[in-house]
């Protein structure tokens, strides 16, 4: 879990994002993807919309980043990279007319794409952003991997769905909250060395992936960071299915961790709980919902779990070997 001590009050985290995004044809089905790397760390971030443009998967990728930023780590100093001009310029340079005039370009049109221009700007006021263009497909590493992420979230729209009969999007009764379904697994070099998560979430026909990684864990504790992470993504509270076939994340947050609690976190043994900081950080990302914590066995293993295997394999540098 993310320690705020480790911070100075009086310099900002420095983080490094590239951004991209597109629709294949545009307008129609898109993606965006975004990789921010702070220090050591990594974490990629993906979505896609069945109907949408370049330009807004372009800007929703600058806007989610910055969000993940802001919940993770406060108030960052950015160096947010793109190949878009249309969302340089239109941050950098355009936004203050707009915002002038109401939201009315030059010629008192309404200005396209304002709901997450005007998202975008909020998330700006959150950080120290300085905007970098870089020319796409020109071979620098990490606006390609931004690139493939974007390509693969809206390639993803095509993966196969759950066969009928598979449970509802929730096992809670509908509230009103909206229903998602997160899919979650880890990944370890050894038993402890370089380990990755990743999480793919998904509501109606909208998907989005996030993964991340770190050096000196366990796949044990990945997978409980890539659960907390996944639901701390989540901007409002929800009802979730979260899936996954390791009994360690799903019989631990929905059995085993009453007991621990009871027992002031000590085993019935009477030993300390492994991963008791990322298992708070869970208990605290999943309050704000109705979460249903369900084990994906046997042969019940969705293209989406696998998509979340595969993410975690290359936040290790690893290949995916399957479930």
Same mark, same amino acid.
């Given at each position: 879990m993310f320690d705020p001590d480790t911070l100075s009050d009086s310099t900002p985290p420095q983080v490094e994002v590239y951004t991209d995004g597109g629709c294949d044809p545009n307008p129609g089905p898109g993606g965006w993807g975004a990789v921010i790397r702070w220090d050591e760390r990594e974490w990629t971030l993906s979505?896609?919309?069945?109907?949408?443009?370049?330009?807004?998967m372009e800007?929703?990728?600058?806007?989610?980043?910055?969000?993940?930023?802001?919940?993770?780590?406060?108030?960052?100093?950015?160096?947010?990279?793109?190949?878009?001009?249309?969302?340089?310029?239109?941050?950098?340079e355009w936004i203050?007319?707009?915002?002038?005039?109401?939201?009315?370009?030059?010629?008192?049109?309404?200005?396209?794409?304002?709901?997450?221009?005007?998202?975008?700007h909020r998330l700006t006021q959150a950080h120290d952003v300085t905007w970098h263009w870089v020319k796409g497909h020109a071979g620098h590493p990490l606006n390609e991997q931004a690139d493939r992420l974007a390509t693969e979230?809206?390639?993803?729209?095509?993966?196969?769905?759950?066969?009928p009969g598979t449970p509802p999007v929730s096992a809670h009764p509908?509230?009103?909250?909206?229903?998602?379904?997160?899919?979650?697994?880890?990944?370890?070099?050894?038993?402890?060395?370089?380990?990755? %998560?990743?999480?793919?979430?998904?509501?109606?026909?909208?998907?989005?992936?996030?993964?991340? +990684? =770190?050096? @000196?864990?366990? #796949?044990?504790?990945?997978?409980?960071r890539g659960a907390t992470q996944a639901l701390q993504a989540l901007t409002r509270p929800c009802r979730v299915i979260l899936h996954s076939d390791a009994n360690y994340?799903?019989?631990?947050?929905?059995r085993w961790v009453k007991g621990w609690q009871a027992r002031d976190w000590q085993t019935r043994?009477?030993?300390?709980?492994?991963?008791?900081?990322e298992w708070e950080a869970l208990l605290e990302a999943a309050r704000p919902h109705?979460?249903? %914590?369900?084990?994906?066995?046997?042969?019940?293993?969705?293209?989406?779990?696998?998509?979340? +295997? =595969?993410? @975690?394999?290359? #936040?290790?540098?690893?290949?995916?070997?399957?479930?």
């Open positions: 979505g896609n919309d069945p109907a949408t443009t370049n330009n807004r800007i929703h990728a600058a806007a989610a980043a910055l969000a993940l930023l802001e919940g993770l780590l406060g108030r960052c100093q950015v160096n947010l990279h793109t190949d878009s001009e249309y969302l340089r310029q239109g941050i950098t203050d007319g707009w915002i002038s005039r109401d939201w009315l370009t030059r010629d008192e049109q309404p200005v396209k794409n304002q709901d997450l221009w005007r998202v975008l979230a809206r390639r993803a729209r095509r993966r196969p769905r759950p066969e509908d509230d009103g909250r909206p229903a998602v379904e997160i899919y979650v697994k880890s990944s370890c070099r050894g038993s402890e060395g370089h380990g990755g %998560w990743g999480a793919v979430l998904r509501t109606g026909d909208h998907t989005r992936s996030l993964s991340g +990684g =770190e050096a @000196a864990t366990t #796949a044990n504790a990945m997978l409980i994340l799903i019989h631990g947050a929905s043994d009477g030993t300390p709980v492994a991963n008791r900081a109705r979460v249903t %914590w369900l084990l994906a066995q046997g042969d019940d293993v969705s293209a989406d779990l696998e998509w979340a +295997g =595969e993410l @975690a394999a290359q #936040a290790t540098g690893e290949p995916y070997k399957g479930s």
